[in-house]
């Protein structure tokens, strides 16, 4: 087979690792890619918006999966423009990414469908939103509607700084047109636990868990970022929660969308928050998470390519799909100053640390290959992920890799996984 991946993040390198693993397939192409992929993976100069470019290269030479691994071609439609072409492809289609593309009609479906989640309001007209958040109680979380970069979320603990985010979410438009609806959740307590899903629009394999940490400084102190780490898998998913989510989150979902005309084939991604009250949605995703990818998929021990297809071909209830018992962690490698400014073009040195080490994984996420040589290229740079026994051992293994690999300005949290000590 040969199949294109879509992308040119840490997720799209670990899903060119994975794929690379496949007896299934002979050729690798990635649009646009990035240094590191560029190690398993043909990268080719494409956009991942070019949905024409992405059609014709695919029709000429022949390929026979395209995964589309990013949000943004995916809400756009790119699943569908492949479609059309008669390409299979690994994804949903742009009236199912919509789960992701749309908060507004994410928390509509879930309200619609009694499927657990926070209480909202949703808002087109920033006065509305303000007088309704003079009436409210804090703190409370404001949501730009669409798309932006994992960031669109604003936690405000008084009523001045909610007055802020609606200013910066819908009049500034600080996340573009993402912010010309605005979600009003009420503020949820509790463990942020991460679970990934095969879906082929009628069934649902969850992947073993995952935890993301979003903010940019330890402690969970600093802005919102993509990811600065995760881990695999949660020590507070308990059989309980798995039981609870499969009958009233997970399977719940997909019918809804079925039920609506929307059936949905990929990836679904469950932000979930463990609160007193059971677990709730926080929020859905249409691809597979980033960090969490990276930590998800070295543990999975079935062929890929084998599950995408039966996803594709609405088959995925044949799958018994495994995963190692075992732990990963995975530290992210950012350029200071991330996630607002920061420089680029800065040498990567120790990366031939990584190679033929068993269990220990240089996932590239803002790389460049460039005269030989790999330049930081992104605000997020390298995902470092290591395997263990179990979640300690893991931390360890992967926070001693961090030191295998330096660039200037090389920044990274040192309490990614600290929550496994209170596990």
Known sequence: MKVLIVGSGGREHAIAASVAKSKKVEKIYCAPGNGGIAAVAECVKIGAMEFDKLVAFAKEKAIDMVIVGMDDPLVGGLVDEMEAAGIPTFGPRKNAAILEGSKAFSKDLMKKYQIPTAGYENFEDAD?????????????????????????????NTLEEALEGVKSIMLDKQFGSAGNRMVVEEFMTGREVSVLAFVDGKTIKPMTSAQDHKRAKDGDQGLNTGGMGT?????????????????????????????????????????????????????YNARFGDPEAQVVLPRMKNDIIEVMEACIESRLEEVDLQFEDNAAVCVVLASDGYPLAYEKEKLIQGLESFEGKEDYYCFHAGTKLEDGRILTNGGRVLGITAKGKDLKEARKNAYEATTWVDFENKYMRNDIGKAIDEA
């Open 128 to 156: 509305a939103a303000i007088e309704y958040l003079k009436k409210g109680s804090f703190p409370v979380v404001l949501k730009a509607d669409g798309l932006a970069l994992g960031k669109g979320v604003l936690i405000c």
């Open 231 to 283: 881990f695999s898998p949660s020590p507070f998913y308990t059989k309980e929660v798995d039981d609870f989510c499969k009958k009233y989150i997970y399977q719940a979902t997909v019918d809804a969308m079925a039920k609506e005309g929307r059936e949905f084939k990929g990836i679904i991604f469950f932000g979930l928050m463990l609160t007193p009250n059971g677990p709730k949605v926080l929020e």
